[in-house]
């Protein structure tokens, strides 16, 4: 008899929850037989994106696939299995004076799972998308073949597989470079903005910065619509810093990691525990500006500092959406976005304005494109639906474009570009649904 290896499966917003078959193993061998033996799969990380992009009739779990390879010292280049997660990564560079040039807002995601949906972090408008430094990675294909893909060799593979959502095999590992850096804390200047406009001339301010973002308090109406701050940073030199850092300044000491030890009851989260939540957020900045130095992992992670956290909005679970706008329809176009948004008082907690540079025109299937991204954490509930049609119909009036990694709502006519993609056996959810609404 055939084992049974059904299981419920969820990504982070834990929306939608499937029952599927999920397998994963270490050895390649085994991994062609299971290729080879089944008609659709979707490769799966560490599941930490959010909706239904890594779902699938049949999952494979590269969490088995988490050994390093090398690590070259001297040149700042790091080769792992697709497996390993950038905490991982982190775990061992930093101490050596290296960091990642790209990363998203979370570190407990698959080096696999950063090339399927090329992330991006606060930087790019300054060094561009993960797979600008990856250098080649080994890629199982629907016959089960491993092949070595890098801009020189196999490259029309190598650039459909970044940002391909899984849809062109399974990343078995990678060869990726790292940056120098001389600590492990950031210099930071916070700035407090009133609205849309002030906002928006702060980030044209800081391009020169390295690593720019903003929190926005997306139920803000009229005179205050847009009310935010923007935090904006670069990695901080040793006689920069604080006596008090100096001893060990590529160390960081531990922290006690707050849990959320169970699903918050469903109407905890409402419009008004919301706007609570963004004024006192807003006002704990006393001063308009403050200067500072941070650990990397308050900078970058602050969430990942509480286990679980994704459980605050309870069982029926939550989408992230996310949007870019080009850059010259920029304000007017996020002014629409946050007026609908105010209007539906279905506010989002977190809610994270960026600037875009230019994209790279070989890397196809990547989200970012230069202009303006917001990303927004939505409660699932029976109005949400009608709330991210308003807001799909937008984004698409200013020409503007949905991040896959985060999308189980949106309607097909903005995620076309998939159609760069072609894969009779690597097949997702979310692949299906995007198909059958063209269909």
């Known amino acids: 008899m055939k084992p049974n290896f059904t299981q419920k499966v969820t990504n982070w917003g834990n929306f939608p929850v499937v029952e599927k078959e999920m397998r994963s193993e270490d050895s390649f061998k085994k991994i062609k037989e299971f290729v080879l033996n089944h008609n659709e799969i979707i490769a799966r990380g560490n599941g930490r994106c959010y909706g239904d992009a890594s779902l699938g009739e049949t999952i494979f779990s590269t969490k088995k696939l988490n050994k390093f390879i090398s690590f070259d010292r001297l040149n700042g280049v790091i080769e ?3 497996g390993v997660l950038l905490s991982d990564v982190l775990e061992i560079a930093v101490p050596q004076g290296y960091f990642l040039y790209v990363t998203p807002g979370t570190k407990f995601i ?11 972090g606060k930087n790019h408008h300054a060094e561009g998308c993960f797979s600008e430094y990856v250098m080649e990675f080994k890629l199982m294909t629907e016959n089960g ?3 070595t893909c890098s801009r020189e ?6 650039w459909s597989t970044i940002g391909g959502m899984g849809l062109t095999g399974i990343i078995l590992n990678v060869k990726f470079k790292l940056k120098n850096i001389e600590t492990a804390y950031i210099r930071q200047e916070s700035i407090k903005a009133e609205n849309l406009d002030e906002i928006f001339r702060l980030f044209e301010e800081s391009e020169n910065w390295t690593y720019t973002v903003a929190w926005i308090d997306c139920l ?3 005179k205050n619509l847009g009310r935010s701050i923007l935090m904006r940073g670069e990695h901080a030199f040793q006689h920069e810093l604080p006596q008090n850092l100096t001893r060990q300044p590529l160390r960081l000491k531990k922290k006690l990691q707050p849990t959320v030890p169970f699903y918050f009851p469903g109407f905890i989260l409402n419009s008004l525990t919301v706007k609570i939540f963004n004024l006192l957020y807003y006002k704990k900045q006393a001063k308009k500006e403050v200067k500072s130095f941070i650990d990397y992992e308050t900078f970058f992670y602050p969430l990942d500092a509480i286990t679980d956290w994704n459980k605050i909005y309870g069982k029926s679970g939550f989408i992230q959406y996310q949007m870019v706008i080009p ?6 176009g996020m002014k629409q976005i946050l007026e609908t948004i105010a209007a539906s008082g279905n506010g989002s907690f977190l809610a994270v304005l960026k600037l875009f540079g230019k994209n790279n025109p070989e890397a196809y299937n990547s989200f970012p494109f230069e202009g303006y991204t917001l990303a927004l954490d939505f409660k699932v509930n029976s109005k949400l639906k009608k709330l991210v049609e308003k807001l799909d119909d937008t984004v698409q009036k200013f020409g ?3 991040y896959l990694t985060k999308d189980s709502m949106s309607r097909s006519s903005l995620t076309n570009y998939l159609k760069n993609i072609q894969s009779s056996k690597f097949v997702s959810l979310q692949h299906k649904r995007i198909i059958n609404n063209n269909s």
């Open 110 to 120: 698959s080096v696999g799972g950063a090339i399927a949906s090329d992330v991006h």
């Open 145 to 147: 073949d491993i092949i």
């Open 153 to 158: 060799e196999n490259s029309d593979k190598f």
């Open 400 to 402: 503007g474009r949905i």
């Open 220 to 222: 803000q109406k009229g």
């Open 327 to 332: 850059k010259e329809a920029g304000k007017e």
């Open 80 to 82: 792992c299995e697709s």
